[in-house]
């Protein structure tokens, strides 16, 4: 890890206290990487432009999860969201909804991502 990717690494946790380890370019999260928030939600997967991108797998602080395709942050494409309750949605994801197979969205934004 270079100099300024260290720099921006420590400057990212001071002030938004999170940690993040992985690649960079151009001071942003890009390629693989894990971020943690200060609230306990881990991202482990690619990133582009500093935002979720690629495949990946999304653990919030209470045990909810999303593995699947992400897009500018957001699910998008296959995955499986798994609710803390044991409820699963498996399918096709757009901008954060669930689609699924039958073409009914299910807006699950409230989740946070």
């Given at each position: 890890?270079?100099?300024?990717s260290?720099?921006?690494?420590?400057?990212?946790?001071?002030?938004?206290?999170?940690?993040?380890?992985?690649?960079?370019?151009?001071?942003?999260?890009?390629?693989?990487?894990?971020?943690?928030?200060?609230?306990?939600?881990?991202?482990?997967?690619?990133?582009?432009?500093?935002?979720?991108?690629?495949?990946g797998?999304?653990?919030?602080?209470?045990?909810?999860?999303?593995?699947?395709?992400f897009?500018?942050?957001?699910?998008?494409?296959?995955?499986?969201?798994?609710?803390?309750?044991?409820?699963?949605?498996?399918?096709?994801?757009?901008?954060?909804?669930?689609?699924?197979?039958?073409?009914?969205?299910?807006?699950?934004?409230?989740?946070?991502?």
């Amino acid at each position: 890890m270079s100099f300024f990717s260290k720099l921006f690494s420590f400057f990212s946790w001071l002030f938004r206290r999170e940690k993040y380890q992985g690649e960079f370019k151009d001071n942003k999260y890009n390629g693989k990487g894990t971020q943690t928030s200060k609230d306990g939600d881990k991202y482990v997967g690619e990133f582009k432009d500093g935002k979720y991108n690629g495949q990946g797998t999304l653990i919030d602080e209470d045990g909810t999860k999303y593995e699947g395709k992400f897009k500018d942050g957001d699910y998008n494409g296959q995955g499986t969201l798994t609710l803390k309750d044991g409820t699963k949605y498996v399918g096709e994801f757009k901008d954060g909804e669930f689609i699924g197979e039958s073409g009914n969205k299910s807006n699950l934004k409230e989740w946070p991502k």
